[in-house]
């Protein structure tokens, strides 16, 4: 596994690392299961956004097999657990109180970055930056709790804000092929509307390229979320470009970035995962994206949902993610595999239970319309 620098902190991390979301719903021993594959493949990197208990408890139990140096976690500051939900917050007693449940789950004593969650526009910024937060941030780390202050974005003007406050030594960013041809806005919805994309796919966006080469100057680096853009660039059917891309082809696009130091994906399997450490023995060829990227026709990503979670906290506690993933996984086949609806069925709460508030299409950075598509799901699978 191809080792690399995470800028100026210093710390070593794999080239591809594993986002926490391929724990979510299984077995304290389908974890370590899975987690041991990884580590087994030189998988050493981890970001833990959630703020599920059972996940921590789970991916914690399954480190603590190991030596502390042969691991590094990235976990996140803002979340919490609320009413059996994950919650964005910025309530500086429920911050501490849930950094501090991720360390006693995850039996850890520090870990190498405080990732201050999910930042998406200048007003949350100035919160953030200004207030209880930093300065808790700062204390973790002027205490050893944490080597480093990140912060998590899909929108490239709040990275650029982070690169020049000074404060920040980590950026987990959105980054792949389709996204780096998208316009930066402060408002991320601006991103998906139609007119927006008269110009996209005509190389990558000049400021998006100016904010990797700041990271790489300031020596802060970039850990990169969405590589696939949740599945759709690896599906001839439904990616931008008109043609499917490999795992290998995506991962290599990320790191050629400037200032990228690791790609976290949200691998769910031993497959997945042996797909994604397939870049480290993979030919030139192989990682060659040129010529998908120099053919590719102009299309939107509006409504396109990356199952990544923000959508929460449902008024009803409907998993809105999962709900829609499900409903892709049936409109993909064309009809609904029995495997998914059973899938389905065992969620606790379903589409049809929607009240239609629109607190979900809020929270969304990808612009989805899910009060729609939550409708649909009710439709295809009857409830």
């Not at 501490?96 to 004593?109: P, T």
């Not at 979670?309 to 009803?316: F, L």
Request: net charge negative; charged share 20%; hydrophobic share 35%.
């Amino acid at each position: 596994m191809e080792q690399r620098v995470l800028g100026r902190t210093g710390i070593r991390v794999s080239a591809i690392g594993m986002g926490c979301e391929g724990f979510e719903g299984k077995t304290d021993s389908e974890c370590k299961k899975l987690l041991d594959f990884a580590m087994n493949q030189g998988v050493s990197f981890f970001d833990m956004y959630t703020s599920n208990p059972k996940v921590r408890r789970n991916v914690g139990a399954a480190l603590s097999h190991y030596p502390r140096e042969r691991f590094v976690i990235q976990g996140h500051l803002c979340t919490t657990w609320k009413n059996g939900q994950y919650c964005r917050t910025r309530k500086i007693d429920e911050v501490i109180g849930s950094f501090e449940e991720l360390m006693f789950d995850m039996k850890l004593r520090s870990l190498e970055i405080g990732m201050i969650h999910y930042c998406d526009n200048q007003k949350d910024f100035d919160v953030i930056v200004n207030g209880p937060v930093m300065k808790y941030a700062k204390e973790l780390k002027h205490k050893g709790t944490i080597r480093s202050i990140g912060i998590s974005t899909h929108n490239p003007d709040i990275a650029f804000l982070a690169v020049e406050s000074g404060l920040i030594d980590v950026i987990m960013l959105s980054v792949n092929p389709a996204y780096d041809m998208l316009p930066s806005n402060e408002d991320v919805n601006v991103l998906f509307e139609k007119g927006t994309f008269e110009r996209v796919y005509e190389g990558i966006d000049p400021k998006r390229s100016r904010l990797y080469q700041a990271c790489q100057n300031q020596g802060i680096a970039l850990t990169v979320m969405k590589p696939f853009a949740g599945g759709l660039l690896l599906d001839e059917k439904q990616s931008p470009f008109g043609c499917a891309m490999t795992p290998v082809q995506c991962i290599s696009y990320c790191l050629d970035r400037p200032g990228v130091a690791s790609v976290l994906g949200g691998m769910a399997s031993e497959e997945e995962i042996s797909a994604a450490v397939q870049y480290c023995s993979a030919e030139s060829w192989e990682k060659d994206y040129s010529s998908i990227l120099a053919s590719a026709p102009k299309h939107s990503f509006s409504g396109h949902c990356m199952y990544c979670g923000h959508c929460a906290p449902c008024a009803v506690q409907i998993d809105i993610a999962a709900v829609n993933k499900y409903l892709d996984l049936a409109q993909a086949q064309g009809f609904v595999p029995e495997t998914v609806r059973e899938h389905y069925n065992l969620l606790e709460h379903h589409a049809g239970e929607c009240i239609a508030c629109g607190a979900c299409m809020k929270n969304c950075p990808f612009g989805t319309d899910i009060i729609s598509k939550m409708k649909q799901a009710a439709d295809v699978f009857g409830k």
